[in-house]
């Protein structure tokens, strides 16, 4: 892969006055900070160079560079409504080595006699692969790069990658068989399976053996994740001859807990594609494949990490494998056969096929199908012969009956086990609070079903059904809080500023933090409730359905100052997990807020023992999970 080190200003992050001690623009380390009121100094990361060789700079320094000065200028447009001096530059995990994915020797540099210095492109934590720099072996000089160095060596060795699978090619020559109970692999750092793990374990190699394509159905929190991994593990150092790859299908938000979970538990080599087109590039020019005399070789990863986006948009590249094992998580979103996330799945070809849902069955039996589809498309060919066959004809409601029919149709190819099933665990408590609406809230209820009683009086008709809809959801938004309303917040405002003028000699003013909580009678319960768990120590979660109602709670917990997270649609991966981290330490954070649909995948959140709903979902499967 080319390189590009270009001494150009690449972005200036942040400013502060201070004396500088000035990197070299090409070289490593970064500006030192010492207090001075005589100049403003700007942090400048190069392009082409990592935020480890960042500097501090003079506003003179970047106007004299053809790039500085348009960089410096966006810089203080950005910054001209907020000027704050004391907030990071840039997130520290951008200092944080993520994986190295390729090597050379430099032999440019600027002296004649200069020794070639031994460079590796690295991908830092928190940034794409598009973001990868050449950075020299002095610059990673730290154990942690070492380890870095030292796993990019090891991925990269082809040799040492064949003899893993030595054992089964030799097995496999003499016609040898393994065991017919196959034993879970050593895991590193000390982990095991759980006893109903290994059951479960045994069932899908069993499986696998016979070709057999299955859905484990798992209750959400019963290390799905975990048992996938024993089992590509297993076949990885058991059953294949020669190296071939595994691929999983995920959402977006859980390849990151799918890559964690695959480093703690083993050594295989996983790679995730995803990010801008730039970060795919750069990925497969450098993670894809060994070279073998020019051409390519056999793929350098063990597993690759793909979302269901990019099993859709990319299925030429997924295409040039043939794969050993598929693994598709979240299943359930396989539900419909027609839709292009179901056919891309369809078209990948893999020699077994393995789907993972807490949820089969959300709302009827023909969400089941379709992941039956998937599983075998010839012996569930179509839902109308899985109807008649299996729900007692079309257009039926499945009865007790039908009911054990599918069961002992499920039985070979689902295996499900319930919390209570296998792990002693206190009971969860569930407790629904009825609130009142507030006057205000009362107000703007009757106002909105008021504009539209007509359609009411009119009933279901079609033509109805887009304003009906719009009406249920402006009533929902003002039972969670009237200042989801249009210009209500404004004329809490006002009305609050005029009852502090009014003769004769009035109460002080409600303060904002009141207009917050009293307008609403969710939010008075809420802030109630949370003033109670704050002090006897709790970590509490809070799932709504709508972003703005976050909006408005975020706005809250930072008027008491209590410390929180958030994470909802728009949370970058990075971001999503630096916010996990750090609530799950002890001491950090007492609430994290979350959408309901972006926090219920790929969450690990051990350190809470209260979830406040403050809206339910219409489909009560997506509060459970």
Request: glycine share 6%.
């Amino acid at each position: 892969m080319a390189k590009h080190l270009a001494a150009k200003a690449h972005a200036a992050a942040a400013k502060s006055p201070a004396s500088k001690a000035k990197s070299p623009k090409g070289g490593g380390g970064g500006g030192k900070k010492t207090a001075s009121a005589s100049a403003l100094l700007y942090c400048v990361k190069w392009e082409g160079c990592g935020y480890r060789r960042r500097s501090w700079e003079t506003a003179g320094d970047l106007d004299a560079l053809k790039s500085g000065k348009p960089k410096l200028v966006s810089f203080k447009r950005r910054h001209a409504q907020n000027p704050d001096l004391t907030t990071e530059p840039f997130p520290a995990q951008y200092l944080v080595v993520d994986r190295s994915s390729e090597e050379e020797d430099d032999d440019d540099d600027d002296a004649d006699d200069a020794e070639p210095s031994h460079e590796y492109l690295v991908k830092w934590r928190g940034l794409g692969y598009g973001e990868a720099t050449w950075e020299t072996a002095a610059l990673l000089s730290s154990d942690v790069d070492a380890a870095h160095v030292a796993a990019y060596e090891k991925r990269n060795d082809l040799k040492a990658k064949r003899a893993i699978h030595a054992t089964a090619a030799e097995n496999q020559k003499n016609g040898a068989k393994l065991p017919a109970k196959p034993t879970p692999p050593e895991f590193k750092n000390n982990m095991a399976l759980r006893e109903y793990q290994v059951t479960s374990f045994e069932w899908m190699v069993g499986n696998y053996r016979r070709r057999q394509n299955v859905i484990l159905g798992d209750e959400m929190g019963l290390g799905k994740t975990a048992q996938c991994i024993a089992v590509m593990e297993h076949v990885r150092t058991k059953h294949l001859a020669a190296p071939r790859p595994f691929l999983v299908v995920a959402p977006l938000t859980t390849l990151g807990h799918w890559k964690r979970e695959m480093e703690k538990w083993t050594d295989m080599n996983v790679v995730t594609l995803d990010g801008t087109a730039r970060d795919r590039e750069v990925c497969q020019e450098t993670e894809f494949y060994f070279e073998s005399r020019g051409a390519k070789g056999p793929a350098k990863f063990d597993v690759l990490l793909i979302s269901f986006e990019t099993a859709r948009r990319l299925t030429e590249l997924i295409a040039e494998f043939q794969w050993a094992l598929c693994v598709v998580d979240e299943a359930h979103k396989l539900k419909d056969v027609n839709s292009m996330t179901t056919q891309a799945v369809m078209d990948i070809g893999y020699d077994w096929l393995l789907l993972l849902t807490g949820t089969p069955i959300q709302n009827n039996v023909k969400e089941l199908f379709g992941m039956m589809h998937v599983l075998d498309p010839v012996q569930y060919p179509s839902w109308e012969e899985f109807q008649n066959e299996h729900c007692g004809g079309q257009d039926r409601e499945v009865d007790a009956d039908q009911v054990m029919q599918l069961r002992k149709v499920l039985q070979p190819r689902m295996l499900r086990r319930m919390k209570e099933d296998v792990e002693t665990i206190p009971a969860k408590e569930e407790i629904v609070v009825w609130v009142e609406l507030t006057a205000e809230q009362r107000a703007y209820y009757r106002m909105i079903y008021e504009k539209q009683v007509h359609v009411l009086m009119e009933g279901n008709k079609s033509k109805n059904v887009p304003q009906l809809r719009n009406l249920c959801m402006e009533l929902r938004k003002v039972c969670n809080h009237p200042f989801l309303c249009d210009g209500a917040a404004a004329k809490a405002a006002a009305d609050a500023a005029a009852a502090g003028v009014a003769p004769p000699t009035p109460p002080a003013p409600p303060t904002s933090l009141d207009l917050l909580t009293g307008a609403s009678g969710k939010m008075v319960l809420v802030a109630k409730l949370l003033a109670k768990l704050k002090s006897e120590g709790k970590k509490v979660l809070i799932f709504s359905q709508f972003t703005i109602v976050l909006d408005i709670l975020e706005d809250y917990l930072g008027m008491m100052k209590y410390e929180y997270e958030r994470l909802d649609g728009s949370t970058s991966q990075a971001d999503r997990q630096a916010g996990i981290d750090r609530f799950n330490q002890d001491g950090q954070g007492f609430v994290y807020l979350l959408s309901t649909r972006a926090g219920g995948m790929g969450i690990t959140l051990t350190a809470a023992d209260t979830a406040i709903i403050y809206d339910s979902d219409w489909n009560p499967q997506n509060d459970l999970q």
